[in-house]
């Protein structure tokens, strides 16, 4: 899915110029007196809720360790914000800790000559192994998470579910099983939102766990153009169950219309059994719909294989420390992320933000609280279910994908033409990227 249609769904893009919440100077000067006390600054993007966990952070880690001081800084999210990072990485004008990106923009700021590697001092053995890999650079990791996983999966109706007597299930026959007992009584099986075109991604790439349990090898191959959408059925199927869904009629009558806060209400409200759509989608499902937070479960897409059946995740973003950050500072930086990669951390974030997905450090919990679908992504987790999504282990993207789900899952096209059309898209971009094989 790409980058900027997540930001557009879930995070108040800003454009602002770079402020700072708290007093103090941009960028990584020495603040360490001769008193052993010393200042860091932090910078972070400007969403509301990530300026809460940055300052909740700063002022819990300050509580355990007095002498270090933690000046929380803001840039705008989104390209803007890609570009000030880039900037302030390329001139040595850094602040001395940083949050951003995992994953392919994480390569795109050459952390082998911009970050400063980590070690077990920073507890990244305690890291879940999808999220490390998202901030590996030559086989050392550069940064510690922030904030918890998000899910590509299917939020369902508990309520519809018990009234009807159904389970979880596990597989595709099983699911559409589901859908036809839930079309009898009455209720649309399946909700789709295609008003939001990038909504229409989810039964392709959060379908993409089944794909790897059947090829683990595929995001490799397919990087080096040497496995296709079009030619391996796992990954057909994606396209496949859009086609399905459409042709059964299970879907919403105002599909074609019908945008997420619309999703998310008839999901809220019983009219929609399922919807297949990103699980950061519950904060705005949750503070629209009062009292929906314990009525909607969460479950990995199903596939072919029941045994086999994981969660698709995307990684949180990371936590980094510039080159430009030495001496009493660095060792201060290093304390920092290693208390944000704890339990104390996890609580300090969780204390700032109820979290909408299960955090990246074992021995970290979401609590009691929080909604049902967080706790059932949870599971997952900790049951090494779970698989990062293809952008993570791919540079290969194509930007037409989120049109293509929506013909094919309208009846305009069908699966085998989307999957075609799919990969001449990603043909375009993988050349202009100069990938080997293209």
């Known amino acids: 899915m790409r980058k900027r249609h997540i930001a557009i769904a879930l995070l108040a893009a800003g454009s602002m110029a770079l402020t700072a919440c708290s007093a103090g100077s941009l960028g990584s000067s020495d603040d360490s007196g001769g008193d052993g006390k010393v200042s860091l600054s932090f910078l972070v993007d400007n969403a509301a809720e990530t300026v809460k966990i940055g300052n909740q952070l700063a002022k819990d880690f300050t509580a355990k360790n007095p002498n270090i001081t933690i000046k929380v800084e803001t840039r705008p999210a989104g390209t803007d914000g890609d570009n000030l990072v880039k900037t302030r990485l390329s001139t040595g004008d850094m602040s001395d800790v940083f949050m951003y990106n995992s994953g392919s923009l994480f390569q795109a700021i050459a952390p082998e000559k911009n970050l400063v590697p980590l070690d077990e001092g920073q507890n990244i053995g305690s890291l879940d192994k999808n999220f490390t890999t998202t901030v590996t650079a030559n086989s050392k990791v550069y940064g510690v998470p922030w904030g918890g996983f998000m899910a590509g999966a299917i939020l369902y109706n508990k309520d519809v579910y018990s009234k009807l007597g159904l389970s979880v299930p596990k597989t595709w ?64 199927a994606g396209f496949q169950h859009l086609q399905q869904v459409h042709d059964l009629k299970y879907e919403n009558k105002d599909f074609a219309s019908a945008k997420l806060p619309d999703a998310l209400r008839y999901l809220a409200q019983g009219k929609g059994a399922n919807y297949p759509i990103l699980s950061a989608t519950l904060s705005e499902l949750i503070s629209e719909n009062p009292g929906s937070e314990n009525k909607i479960g969460l479950f990995a897409i199903p596939g ?44 300090s974030q969780t204390t700032a933000s109820q979290p909408t997905g299960p955090y990246a450090v074992k021995g970290c919990s979401v609590g009691d609280s929080v909604p049902q679908a967080v706790k059932d992504m949870q599971t997952y987790i900790d049951n090494g279910a779970s698989s990062l999504a293809l952008e993570f282990l791919s540079p290969v993207k194509g930007p037409a994908l989120e049109q293509i789900c929506v013909e094919v899952g309208s009846g305009i096209s069908k699966a085998d033409a989307g999957a075609k059309h799919y990969d001449e898209d990603v043909k375009k971009q993988a050349q202009q990227l100069g990938l080997s094989g293209w």
């Not at 995307?314 to 304390?335: E, F, M, R, S």
């Open 173 to 236: 026959d099983e699911f559409m099983a589901n859908n036809a007992k839930i079309k009898a009584s009455g209720v649309d099986p399946v909700i789709q939102s295609y008003g939001e075109t990038w909504t229409s991604q989810l039964f392709v790439l959060g379908d993409f766990a089944n794909v790897l349990s059947a090829d683990p090898q595929f995001a490799d191959k397919y990087t080096a153009n040497q496995a296709k959408y079009a030619t391996t059925p796992a990954a057909l």
């Open 304 to 347: 072919s294989d029941g045994s086999k059946n994981n969660l698709t995740v995307w990684a949180p973003a990371g936590v980094y420390i510039p080159t430009t950050t030495t001496g009493a500072k660095l060792d201060a930086a290093k304390k920092f992320l290693a208390y944000i990669a704890s339990p104390d951390g996890c609580t």
